[in-house]
């Protein structure tokens, strides 16, 4: 009988990550610094005790990593722009879309979430993410019993259909997500790199944060 690789510790702390965003709608909005800030912190001790399984995986390319930075960069502006483009009330769920300007009145507190929302954001969600959909899903979609034998960036157009869609679902801004997915798989299709995607995800998700101080739009907090 041959033994199939573990995917769990590529998938535990996203299936973390998801439950407690799920819970977080049942509590009261007054508690969501305090929650948010506890699900940051199990989400990295879930990511430091899973990293022996695929830490290997980020290795360091210094011109994917580069051409990550530049299309994280261009991928907040095709997030936004297919955003624009979703029909209105078709979102799949919502964000808490939390002002901390308008719900946190002592500043320290304040930008101390702030601080934390941010780590969450382009550290951990990165991470989190790019090892679950990119490195795991896709390939375990392509080939169940020997996806970890594959190389990074070898996948099934099945696999990517699959991966997309349930990215998709997996954000309320779907149709940018599905565009989203299909940046993400091409890069690492043409890099090879799991970094190069996780910088990527890390400055899209930096630029939106700061395009969310900037503009007020919270709903995409």
Known sequence: M???????????????FLVLTALEG????????????????????????CAR????????????????????????????GLDALQPAG?????????NPFQEISTPALRYSFITVRFIGLVLLVPVMEEVFWRSFLLRFATDQDKW??????????????????LFAVAHPE?????????????LLRHTKSLLACVVA??????ALGV???LTGNWKYW
Not at 148 to 165: N, R, T
């Open 53 to 80: 399984a695929w830490k290997s995986e980020l290795r360091w390319d210094t011109k994917a990593m580069a051409l990550g930075m530049v299309l994280g960069l261009l991928g907040l502006g095709l997030w936004l």
């Open 26 to 49: 049942y509590l009261p909005l007054a508690l969501y610094p305090l929650i948010y800030g506890v699900k940051a912190l199990l989400v990295l001790i879930a990511l430091l005790v």
């Open 201 to 206: 995800h890390g400055v899209t998700n930096a």
């Open 148 to 165: 970890k034998e594959l190389p990074l960036g070898q996948f099934s157009l099945a696999a990517f259909g699959i991966v997309a869609g």
């Open 174 to 186: 779907w149709l940018a997500a599905i565009g989203y997915a299909a940046l993400m798989a091409g």
């Open 2 to 16: 041959t033994n199939k690789p573990d995917g769990l510790p590529y998938a535990a702390p996203m299936v973390l």
């Open 90 to 98: 078709w979102s799949i769920g919502t964000r808490t879309a939390y």
């Open 211 to 213: 395009f969310v101080l």
